[in-house]
């Protein structure tokens, strides 16, 4: 009371709250976020993966710097890294189990899940159970969650989230080369004198990937992307095509480069099957029709594959613009064709490298037992599987034979009766799974939905059984980034309330089903998990064998493969993949595939004459469960926002700042605030998806790459429809 | 530690004492001071160097010392976005010193405008000067605060947090020589932006290459009223009718008015301020500020007016001295950061509104009739002005006379009319129809301006519209 009328007097003017100290690391500070150390570990956004030092004073987060010694970032963060000390204090944080809506111990809570579980599967059989998880876990939880689910639980439908975002990736690595594992590393965006980027908007969603582009001036640098986007701007070249035309560029980029003679019949022949195929296939992808399909004049085209077909060395990148679609995973493979074909593999600066989403999608991409069983062991290898068995002492029939539902057809599961319980981690379905409306049907059908999870989200509202997990800054463990560099994750501060870290939830219910002591003996934290992932690793592609704590603190990070005891890789393990051609596939040789474009399903036309494009920007993460929740990043891009060109916006008779009303087939977002841009082509609208209150998969389709299962986020049919009559804010600016 | 486990001392990352920070910047020769550099090609619009800023200086949410803007040109796909980030351009003439009537801001040698915290008393005319709408008043403290670029880190030889946050080497610190950028500032200018001659800003914008072509900002979306300032809107209303009575007054009644009025509208004025206790700081900058001044003059003024209820002698002086106290209040907001203010007229309208109220209240119709006659005329004067300036910040405030406040401006014109006529018959409806309508025409004085500023973001930070 005194200390407010003091305030409002002016007596004093807080200044005491905003001195400064100097930290012996980043120099003078605010007083108010200095710390009283820094914990080395690694960012838990995206997954560039950057190394980050954490400050804590007296057990709370209070600054973020970025790690002037890492290999990803050297230093440099984005804005979400540099603010991300502030999700740990953030509001609705989880602090305590509920079940039905209250709070319950732990005992009670996991004694629910593994009652329930029990019971749903002594009724229904093991199908009705299934598990949505995520890429944000460490390793160590992954792997030691996958075991749980697959041999503890016995669990067949078991995916991630990662199938929303790089699954395509996935599939289109190993139908090219016979196994996941992206080849290349982010130095070749240093190396490469051609630089080749497709649907992949990294400025704005992979931010420390960008200055690495900037970096190297005198690369060409081709950017395919339908919308203008701030990294299309930093491009030499933009190749503008029509949403989902990438497989007739990429079809006519090959045919031009094979008759102009820039592809060495005779040594792709060597490496790899399918080029006469592929050549009579792509003859149909002559330039007027690219330029007629792709809206990209044919001189552009032309100038691009010349590049590309002449570059020394082209580094091949992409993003959620090719994975994103029903021919994501044969775009995929597109893509790494034109690598094998021009020679832009396994060297310095010439790789094709999917730029992968979470922070950690690569570790449950290789421990997490879901499109793969561990170490990209594929479900239908026998030798693999008795491998497997063996480095686990168990039976070969206990480890399943196929992969079981991926994640769209677990809803489908869920919509048609036959999954009955459904334990979702770390991942908030209800934002972003395409066509919302479809989804919450679904889950309001279960009759067990356990989420674990660090915050409230839309997704624990709908919950039986909420089970409060700790997050990133407050567990150990590692996570693998796009380039496969494995770094630290440390725990710098306690989880709020009675939140347990993912690991101790997972040998929590292990411990509740009676198997803790064969699946995790003697296990106590994540180092042991690590320990075995190691020797599970051991051989194959992503051989961690040699990865040790310490070895990842000394080189700030070691990509794999790092097979133990190998003098010849260096500290900081294996920069590139396939460097001698040889290919994870029977017979060492790559695939060539031959991929025929498909049209767009959901044609704009009356009543839904828009195409919608969605994705992101660089203020958020996902669907805001922690950037929402930091008031910075929160201020900076607060609501959701639909990209419309001039001329649409004239014909709507609407202006940048009006609220409108977009609907598709599917359902409807209202009062969604209008940006008119230039940066979308006319007929076409863009949406960032993360927001729940103006949410772009309620318009999204539900429909599904064949291959990946992943969703075609990117493109469908909607309309735009004009606010109430009187004037909005945008309109009085706008005739201001 | 760290709660929940032991933490090897790998995690624990101490820089050695022979590696600490080393000095990043250039030392500056004799004539030289720092200045932001700001590369627009390198931009790719990510907001670290707000976020390091904000964490650097440990702000508040929504204090931002730091801001990114976006305008845009071309079309698809040859569109072209360009990012502006701004903080304070550390003007080799700042508007915000020259106006601040307590002498908070200090020319440093090294070039920095730093704003001392102790000194301020939170009454925001700077933020009407300054042209970039840079400084900010941040509530908690009740204070404004602003861009020091990290002195204390250019105190050590380090570059600022925002400079160091840059993933791209945008933002830079660098040297320039005040006489030479005195002679040539052109470098400043970019877009969207206010000339740089208005301040001599110092801050260097290397623009992309190629013809940018027309543009437009993404902030031109916006376009909102800006504060009441309701104890300003009485300090300037009140002293204004005291004026007019002290200049017309007859009795001992009406000059007691006068006193009682210009005394209550002192007071109230004290609400504006952050830190009124502090008020009597206004006058430390009579040299320079109009602000002091006014603070200076309308005090004696009401002094003054008090003594000559009992001393008519002294009511030519009070009068004069209230002459001066109301130019002065007047030509504080003709400032180029506020175009709708910066004009002559401003002046006029503040007389006006005097020579209406005063007479009505001493019992002269016509002469307040006469005034708000020429009122009217000045404030169609200023419209059309404003309507005839390319600026968007000229025009929005004519929009603003629209929407949304067509049905105040027309209300408060219709009231002044009804006033003006009725006074001739009933003087006490007279005045209180035309005070309300001049008080309404001055709090859209206050919400209709539409400030320069640096361009911004397609989102005003922190609105959900």
Redesign the interface.
Known sequence: MLGRLRTLLGVDHGGDRYGYVTDELIGPVAASRAPDRWVRTTCGYCSVGCGMLLGVRDGEATAVTGDPDHPVNRGRLCPKGLSEHHTLAAPGRLTHPTVDGRRASWGEALGRVADGYRRLVAAHGPEAFAVLSTGQLVTEEFYALGKLVRLGMGVRHYDGNTTLCMASAVSGYKLSFGSDGPPGAYDDFAEADVILLVGANIADNHPLLAPRVLDNPDAEVIVVDPRVTKTAMLATQHLAVRPRSDVTLLNGIIKLLLDEGLIDRDRVRRVAHGLDELVDHVEAFDLERVERECGVPAAEVRRAALSLGRARRALVAWTMGVNHSVQGTETVTLLNTLCVLTGNLGRPGAAPLSITGQCNAMGTREAGFTASMPGYRAYDDEAARAELAALWGVEPDRLPAERGRAYPDIVNGVIDGRIKGLWIIATNPVVSFPNRELLEDALGRLHLLVVQDGFETPTTALADVVLPAAIWGEKDGTFTNSERRVSRVRAAVAPPGEARSDFDIVLGLAERLGVRGELFPGWTGPADAFAEWRRVSAGRLCDYGGITYERIDAAGGVQWPCPAGDTTVPPAGTARLYGDWRFPTPDGKARLRCVEPKPISDRPRPPYPLLLNTGRTVEHWHTRTKTGRVEILDRLAPEGWVEVHPADAERHRIHSGDLVRLVSERGAVDRIRVRVTRTVREGEVFVPFHFDEQCANRLTLNEFDPISREPNYKQCAVRLERPEPGLSAGTIAARG | M????A??E??????P?AT??TPELLPLDAGEQYRFTFAMD?C?????C???C?????LP??TAWRRVGEF?G????????FHLSMSCNHCLDPACLEGCPTNAYVKLDNGVVDHH??D???CQYCTWNCPYSVPVFQP????VTKCDM?L??L??G?KP?CVG?????ALDVEPVSVAAWTADHSGADAPHLPPAELTLSTTRIALPGGELGETVA?S?????PEQPHWPLVMLTLLTQAALGVSLTAGTVAQRAAAAGIATVALAGSLLH??????AWKALRNLRRSWLSREAALLGAYAGLAVAAVGVPALAPATAAVGIAGVFASGRLYVVPGRPAWDTPLTIAAFFLTALALGPLLTGHPAVAAAALVAQAAVWLANLARLARDPR?EA??T???HR??FGGLTAGRWALVAAGAAVGFRWPAAGLALVTLGELVGRYLFYVTVVPLNMPG???R?????
């Open positions: 760290v709660a929940g486990g933490v090897s790998a995690a624990v990352w101490l820089r004492a600490a920070p390198s790719v619009g990510c907001h670290s707000e976020v390091a904000a964490e650097q200086n440990g949410a929504g845009e071309g079309d698809h796909p040859h569109t072209r976005r915290a102790d301020c008393i939170g908690d403290r009740r204070i990290c204390p880190r105190e050590e380090l947090a946050a840059c993933p791209t080497r993404a031109d979306v916006h376009l909102h301020l952050g830190r009124p206790i502090h968007r025009r929005g004519v929009t603003l929407h949304p973001p397609h989102y930070p922190g609105r959900r519209h």
